[in-house]
């Protein structure tokens, strides 16, 4: 009897002893990656500085590539290196694939339709389907070409006015308008705005969009003290409320007026079906809602618009920088394969291997999203030999990445010629080259821009030759940053174009 009890009190204090070493355990603590010392509240906010790509870059090369820092409350893991980021974005992107929701897109509820912001699962995966598979297909887009087409020949002959009356252009505001007609043909096939009249319907779709660009880019209080959130302090998610309510209203009514002309029978202006066309199918077997078509189009808009303008005044920039070598060669391309002074079409990119050179090293060196769209990890999750803590925000440093000594030579300098004979694209398959992201949350626009960036870029140089605004000498010229939703120009490259007469 003795020896039962003293079995029994033996298995006890043993299961004790294993649950106390299974807490002991647990409370170890794990490996989490380096990083700053965070200052009370705050964290490490004022780390971040004016251009917080440039100053996570620098504290990189003090924490390494796989960095923390806490931002107010949130736990934010930084990633500066390409060999960390194929982890994030392929190898373990299950565990990433999720996205932390800015304030700003609770307005209207976006974050509840955005492809861009809702969490991995089968509403999501419906719409990317939609998405990738049926209205930016290739053969999709190879339908609307034509319409993208003459909306460059407009961008054009809006420069051949300025060229004739010696006005300079302004080529950001030039590629943004013309961005928003190129989306707005290729979605409705119609102009939303007017590149020579400044009509006040055309005004108020611009500013709406352009306004809630402004906005989704402006630092949040509120993103990082959640606990700000039902008070708002910068009105941000009031703003947005209220610009995206009223970009939300004009799409139902253009939906509504495509369904009016479509119960009465009436054909489309165009003989081809546009983007809309393409999703009221889909509303009629039930494959989307009213709803989120709105909220779509709104990604669109917001998401393709200053990112291929920012892209293309960049491109432009560093093009006029070097207007001796990289301009010459660009211009010697252009003559040879689509002729001298005429505008390029689509069928055109593929056999223009520099220009295509151009637009990646424009990429390279000014992604037009420097930390992609942020990461979240539901769960506690190891990347690399270190702890990212549960519900941690991640940021990938693609414009770190993209000027890495270690991968690219002189780093520093615009050389389109690297690009030349190289495997290495924007598509997502090579993680030193990362402007669009990779993975299964890779940019859905990407086929879209890819079509608008080199088309206009192209045609603005081989249409005309170009003169900086006020006598401006090449290497004076200001490639200052302003941070936001995009990585834009802080001043506005300004131009004067002098018209090229087409060969024969």
């Not at 780390?47 to 409350?73: D, E, F």
């Not at 400044?198 to 606990?227: C, H, Q, T």
């Not at 301009?327 to 505008?343: I, R, Y």
């Not at 200052?480 to 131009?495: S, V």
Request: glycine share 6%; charged share 20%; with cysteine.
């Amino acid at each position: 009897m003795d020896t039962m009890l003293i079995s029994v009190a033996m298995c006890i204090l043993l299961a004790f002893t294993l649950r106390f070493f299974r807490r002991f355990i647990s409370k170890v603590p794990q490996k989490l990656p380096p990083g700053p010392y965070p200052w009370p509240i705050i964290g490490n906010i004022h780390k971040l500085g004016k251009h917080p790509h440039k100053s996570l870059s620098n504290l990189a090369q003090v924490y390494g590539p796989i960095m923390r820092l806490k931002l107010g409350l949130v736990t934010t893991i930084v990633i500066s290196s390409s060999s960390a980021a194929q982890q994030v974005l392929q190898k373990q992107d299950i565990a990433f694939s999720n996205r932390p929701v800015p304030d700003a897109t609770r307005g209207c509820d976006h974050h509840k339709y955005s492809v861009v912001f809702l969490s991995v699962g089968s509403r999501w995966r419906s719409l990317r389907k939609i998405t990738t598979s049926s209205i930016l297909a290739a053969n999709k887009l190879d339908a609307t070409k034509h319409i993208r087409s003459r909306k460059v020949h407009e961008l054009i002959g809006y420069c051949k006015q300025c060229s004739q009356s010696g006005e300079a252009v302004d080529i950001g505001r030039a590629a943004f308008l013309t961005s928003l007609n190129l989306l707005s043909n290729t979605i409705f096939s119609k102009d939303m705005i007017d590149m020579y009249q400044n009509s006040e319907e055309g005004k108020n779709f611009r500013e709406l969009v352009w306004n809630l660009m402004v906005l989704a880019g402006k630092p949040n209080l509120v993103d990082y003290f959640p606990i700000l959130k039902w008070i708002d302090p910068q009105g941000i998610k009031r703003q947005t409320t209220d610009y995206c309510g009223k970009l939300l209203k004009l799409f139902d009514s253009l939906i509504n007026e495509r369904l009016e002309l479509k119960r009465l029978g009436n054909s489309s202006e165009n003989s081809t079906t546009d983007m809309l066309d393409e999703l009221l199918s889909m509303l009629q077997t039930n494959e989307i809602d009213k709803t989120q078509i709105q909220h779509l189009f709104v990604d669109l808009f917001v998401a393709g618009t200053d990112t291929t303008s920012s892209t293309v005044e960049w491109a432009m920039t560093e093009i006029l920088r070097n207007s001796e070598t990289i301009l010459v060669k660009a211009k010697a391309e252009l003559n040879q394969v689509v002729g001298k002074g005429k505008v390029i079409e689509e069928a055109d990119i593929s056999r223009l291997p520099y220009l295509q050179c151009i637009v990646k090293e424009t990429a390279r060196l000014h992604p037009p999203a420097p930390f992609l769209i942020p990461r979240q990890v539901q769960e506690e999750v190891q990347l690399c030999g270190y702890t990212v803590p549960k519900n941690s925000q991640v940021l990938i440093n693609a414009w770190s990445i993209g000027r890495d000594p270690l991968i690219w030579k002189n780093s520093l300098s615009f050389e389109p010629e690297r690009f030349l004979n190289s495997e290495v694209d924007v598509n997502g398959h090579n993680y030193k080259l990362i402007p669009f992201g990779a993975g299964r949350r890779k940019c859905p626009g990407l086929p879209l821009a890819m079509r608008m960036v080199p088309v206009m870029l192209g045609s603005l140089i081989n249409c005309f030759d170009w003169k900086l605004e006020g006598g401006i000498a090449a290497e004076e010229v200001d490639m200052e940053e302003k941070f936001g939703i995009t990585l834009a120009k802080l001043h506005p490259l300004r131009a004067v174009p002098t018209l090229v007469v087409p060969a024969g």
